[in-house]
Each structure stands twice: as structure tokens, then as C-alpha cells.
């Protein structure tokens, strides 16, 4: 069966401010995808920046990126240590993520490698800006060499390319479809930071998928306990039943090994 032509509205949304930066094989996937589903362009076009709205632009706002490097230019002409901790707490407040998190990340972290033990390298799927939580990783007793930054959005991967190249580190984000294709990088640990739900809303059965294919000795999974207007409406109890079932799916190969619920995060570390 033939792919419908989509030009129209992948022009159309490619062209809009507000995702014009996005990884263009992801935003032809959308398109193709939502065409079959409504009879004209308008409520196609509707329909993908709905998408595209709750995989990316609910976390952000239109002058992000300009802060964030204008914050980051500051970070690297700052000597004093504490100080650079202090921009890296403004970066992360800018998006919703890092900023729910932000009150916990401490903890967070300690719980994680608590759990894993010393890591060398690093696969963070959608990552957004949590490279910058670099320096809340203070029970790691590893050299972390290489951390694969990967997102949806390549604003997103040059401002962790430049932060990145500030530590000396090497430049290894980049964009990538999850909801279709696997990172092949191996690493010893994965961040899934509240990212399945957004994957399995695209792609059901997907979570398993991935969770199976990953290359990494730990799998650190997370869902979010509240949603993003503050409310929790039982969401730890559901994605907990959701999730152990996606376990139970897979079988043996995998296995959780904690559990912990922190802030507004429910967090499973899986070892492989």
C-alpha cells in the first residue's frame, strides 16, 4: 500500500515557528499517520501539531533556547564552581520537566546510582535538558565519559553539544525518532525519564519493544505522579499496574530491581 502524499501538511507544520527545529523524519512519520484518520488538511494538520504539542510542546515556551544559551555563555565564562551550579538551576527551571524535578534531584540521583553503581556512559531518550544534571550525580564513583544525549529537537541537541564541549566531553547529542527506531549505542545505564507513555500513546506495544532492544545494563523508567497542571488523579497507581504489566509482557529477559516513588516521579531501576 502506497504512502498517501502528505507535502501539503508536513510544509504546513515544518513552516509554523513553533516546530520548524523538530527531527523532520519524526514529523513525516506524524503526518503519514494522521492523514487516514480526517478528510481534509485543516483537521490533519490539527490533528499532528496536537501530537506534536504533547510529545514537545507542552514542555516548553517560544524563548527557551534563547535564555538557555544566553545562560549557558554565562556558565562558561563563570570560574567559581558555585556559581556555575547556580546557572545550571536556572537552565533546568526553564523546562517543565527538569523544573518539576528540580526540588528532588538530589535524592533522585542518590536512589539511581544506590541502585546501579558506578556508570561509564549514559543513553538519556528524550532527554530535554537533563544533561545540565550533571553535577546532582554525586554518588556516581565512575568516569563518565560518554553520555548520548538524545531528543526530538536539534535546538535541543546543540545547546547539550555546547554544554557538553564546556566539559570536555564529547559532543554525542542528537535527534532520533523513539517511537521507530532503537538507539544502537550500548551504555551502561538508559534514562526513559517519563517517556513511555508519550511512545506507547503513538505506538502501542511499542514500551516493550524498546525496553527489550535498549543495549544497557540498567534501564532507569519514570512516570510522572502529577500532571503537569498539578493534579495527580491516581496516575502513580496507574502507571504502576500499566508498567508491571509491560514487565510481565517481556518475561525473564528483564527484571525490575527498585522501585521508588520521589517527588512528583514514580522511578523503576531495571537491570538487563
Not at 510542546?57 to 556558565?75: E, Q, R, V
Not at 532492544?213 to 540498567?218: F, H, L, N, T, V
Amino acid at each position: 500500500m502506497s504512502l498517501p502524499d502528505v507535502s501539503n501538511i508536513y510544509e504546513a507544520i515544518l513552516t509554523s515557528k513553533k516546530y520548524t527545529t523538530l527531527y523532520k523524519p519524526m514529523v513525516l512519520r506524524i503526518c503519514q499517520e494522521e492523514y487516514p484518520k480526517y478528510t481534509n488538511d485543516k483537521e490533519r494538520i490539527k490533528a499532528v501539531k496536537n501530537t506534536l504539542h504533547a510529545m514537545y510542546g507542552a514542555y516548553s515556551t517560544p524563548d527557551i533556547f534563547k535564555k538557555a544559551n544566553k545562560l549557558l555563555d554565562t556558565f562558561i565564562a563563570q570560574q567559581h564552581e558555585s556559581q556555575r551550579q547556580e546557572i545550571l538551576a536556572k537552565i533546568l527551571q526553564l523546562h517543565a520537566s527538569t523544573k518539576e524535578r528540580i526540588q528532588n534531584l538530589s535524592d533522585f540521583y542518590d536512589f539511581i546510582f544506590d541502585a546501579i553503581g558506578p556508570i561509564e556512559s549514559i543513553i538519556d531518550i528524550g532527554c530535554g535538558f537533563n544533561p545540565f544534571t550533571l553535577p546532582y550525580f554525586r554518588k556516581n564513583t565512575g568516569t563518565l565519559g560518554k553520555y548520548y544525549a538524545l531528543d526530538i529537537d536539534h535546538r535541543t541537541s546543540d545547546l547539550n553539544n555546547r554544554y557538553f564541549a564546556s566539559l570536555e566531553m564529547s559532543p554525542l547529542a542528537s535527534c532520533v525518532d523513539i517511537a521507530v527506531d532503537t538507539p544502537h549505542t550500548s551504555a551502561d545505564v538508559a534514562f526513559l525519564f517519563k517517556l513511555l507513555p508519550l511512545i506507547e500513546r503513538q505506538s502501542k506495544g511499542r514500551s516493550a519493544q524498546l525496553l527489550k532492544e535498549i543495549d544497557a545494563k540498567y534501564l532507569i523508567v519514570t512516570y510522572p505522579t502529577k500532571s503537569l497542571s498539578g493534579k495527580k488523579k491516581g496516575m502513580s497507581d496507574f502507571y504502576s499496574a500499566a508498567f508491571e504489566d509491560v514487565m510481565d509482557e517481556i518475561g525473564g529477559s528483564i527484571s525490575i530491581s527498585s522501585k521508588q516513588e520521589i517527588g512528583n516521579e514514580l522511578i523503576y531501576v531495571i537491570a538487563k
